[in-house]
């Protein structure tokens, strides 16, 4: 009975569960523990839900008992289902590891609003993935994105402030670019249905109105994920946010606006129309190149790290740009496997700078001379997430970017190729700076030694090390999934 | 007439490039909200004219009526509303704890004490 309304579940619980951690109040553990057994539970959703659709089936869930198109549907196929999995999964992760690392860096009295807005923002990131109404996707879309403002405000550096306002300045344009192109497809279609959208969409043919849709949609879309060059906003709220919010929100956010952005070119507009009609592609890939060398090396020059870590960001999602641009369903799996992968990886780069923080209180690469020695665990995850960001075999990085270069070449062309692999090879560059300071640096005589971080933090980050080489050795599930899903999106064969 | 038969889209269009350049050329935070203000409330205008069906009335059910005109932008627009207020108030909240931390609300005044912080860790 309940098995049937799981799609619901999904979003509701978290949802439900936000306020009442609010009320807990002061009973901040309390809080803590509740948030932390919901983001499992809806851990236990997703796997179930990827379950029942692995075979390649969907599953509709009419809201309200309201058919669609009338009440809004939830629909799950293979592709939102790897999208809840991995964001739920990173959730599960997360939600543990936060009660140590928020103790330095977010004030007691505000930790209750902590987990609400966390909360608040796992609801709005799997409901944006699970729904399949225009409209309706907004909305959560507004609901995560509030929720990261505030969370990215709760760093304890001034500069949170102004980095969480700039954000709140080009995410709400991006969001109103969103609705306006919504509000064009509705006027032209009637409906706000993803699957009746679709349909409507393929009888109207040639229509500016459409066009200029399109282009709403795909700027939109793009502030949300930071398509270069519409990144600036990144960088600092990810640089001065608390570390934990910056793992989860690398790890989850940018995802599901690229997931948001698959959908729309092909499940809504169809692939005929995004790259016959309108040829993104053109866009995509060299605003994706050229984020893949900039980005990079913009990164060389950070001191911080967690920022160092934002521009490696920006720079990854330009590679799963140019999976998609490239038009073809191995270049789509590549860009679907990128973006489970890079969640694996970042969340544990970040984790593990989370970590660092909570013994050095910052994150500073001047402050991290010899601490390889001090923190053996910490750093030990710090360098294997930074192998699999570059790409090294029997890791993750290395599946996806070789699906990459093996869709470039199918197209045949090699300088797209060897442009992944050049940005490979700067991050080659910037995960050693780090490792030079932490291991091959003295520490300083006047620094203070410091300790290995708790395991409360340790093990949280050394189980998305592990899932970065368990799914980089065996990749049978991930390749399985995205490549099914990339076949449907671009029609059965 | 047929000029003023998109009045409304016009209207939309002048208060969208307004507010959107408010947003853009403002340096004061707090004329950077007003102009995204303004920005949403064109969008708001356009779901309601969109709903308007010429020759129909207000969609409530009543004897001698066929053509209503259509509720469902309306309602649609309700919700976009309380997402605008709340961002609203969000970004307003933030300017306050900006203005506590860098006694000012110019854009300028606050990239340059954040240069210096970048430069001097």
């Not at chain 2, 053509?67 to 309700?78: G, Q, T």
Request: overall charge neutral; glycine content about 8%.
């Amino acid at each position: 009975m309940i098995s049937h309304h799981l799609p619901a579940l999904q979003v509701v619980v978290p949802l439900l569960a936000a306020p009442l951690c609010f009320l807990l109040g002061r009973y901040r553990r309390l809080g803590w523990i509740l948030s932390t057994l919901v983001s499992w539970l809806c851990l236990l959703i997703a796997l179930q839900l990827a379950y029942q659709v692995v075979d390649g089936g969907q599953i509709h869930y009419a809201f309200g008992g309201w058919a669609p198109p009338w009440g809004i549907e939830y629909r799950v196929d293979q592709l939102n289902a790897l999208v809840l999995l991995i964001v739920s999964g990173i959730a599960a992760v997360m939600f543990p590891y936060s009660w140590n690392s928020i103790q330095n860096e977010v004030d007691p009295e505000q930790q209750p609003l902590f987990f609400t807005c966390m909360l608040l923002c796992l609801a709005g990131l799997l409901g944006i993935t699970i729904t399949g109404d225009a409209f309706n996707l907004f909305v959560l879309l507004e609901i995560s994105s509030l929720s990261t403002y505030t969370l990215i405000s709760l760093g304890r550096d001034r500069r949170a402030l102004t980095a969480s306002f700039q954000y709140l300045i080009m995410g709400t344009i991006g969001a109103t670019f969103i609705l306006i192109g919504v509000g064009i497809l509705y006027m032209l279609t009637g409906t706000l249905n993803m699957a009746d959208l679709s349909d409507r969409i393929g009888n109207i043919g040639e229509s500016r109105a459409l066009q200029a849709g399109f282009g709403f949609l795909i700027v939109g879309i793009g502030l949300k994920l930071a398509m270069f060059p519409l990144h600036l906003w990144l960088p600092n709220a990810y640089a001065f946010a608390p570390s934990v919010v910056s793992a989860f929100i690398a790890a989850t956010a940018t995802k599901v606006a690229v997931y948001v952005m698959v959908r729309y070119l092909f499940t809504i507009f169809g692939p005929e129309f995004s790259f016959s009609a309108m040829n993104i592609h053109w866009l995509f890939i060299p605003a994706g190149l050229i984020a893949v060398l900039f980005t990079s090396i913009v990164a060389l020059f950070q001191r911080d790290i967690k920022r160092m870590l934002a521009y490696s960001s920006v720079a990854q999602i330009g590679y799963m740009l140019v999976g998609i641009g490239l038009v073809s369903t191995t270049g789509l799996t590549a860009a679907l496997l990128h973006l489970f992968n890079h969640a694996l990886m970042k969340g544990a780069l970040f984790l593990s700078m989370g970590a660092v923080c909570y013994r050095l209180g910052n994150t500073l690469i001047d402050n991290m001379d010899g601490i390889g020695r001090q923190m053996p665990w910490t750093m030990g995850a710090f360098v294997a997430g930074g192998l699999s960001i570059i790409g090294v075999p029997l890791t993750v990085g290395f599946i996806s970017k070789w699906y990459l270069i093996l869709a470039a070449l199918e197209q045949g062309w090699w300088p797209v190729a060897v442009i992944v692999l050049l940005g490979s090879l700067i991050a080659v560059i910037y995960v050693w700076r780090v490792v030079e300071a932490a291991y091959l640096h003295q520490r300083p005589d006047q620094a203070k030694t410091v300790k290995e971080a708790p395991a409360s933090l340790l093990v949280p980050t050394w189980i998305l090390v592990l899932a970065n080489f368990y799914f980089g050795i065996d990749a049978s599930f991930t390749v399985g999934f995205t490549s099914s899903a990339a076949t449907t999106l671009f029609g059965a064969p | 007439m047929i000029a003023f038969s998109l009045f409304n889209y016009w209207i939309v269009i002048i208060l969208m490039m307004a507010g959107f350049y408010t947003v853009i050329a403002s340096g004061n935070l707090v004329k950077k909200i007003v102009g995204l203000n303004i920005f949403q409330t064109s969008v708001f205008i356009m779901y309601i004219s969109m709903g308007k069906v010429i020759g129909g009335t207000a969609p409530i059910v009543t004897v001698n009526t066929e053509l209503y005109s259509n509720p469902l932008p309306h309602v649609l627009i309700l919700t976009a509303i309380v997402v605008g207020v709340a961002t609203t108030a969000l970004g307003l909240s933030l300017i306050i704890r900006i203005k506590e931390a860098y006694h000012s609300v110019e854009e300028e005044e606050i990239l340059a004490i954040s240069q210096q912080e970048d430069e001097s860790e």
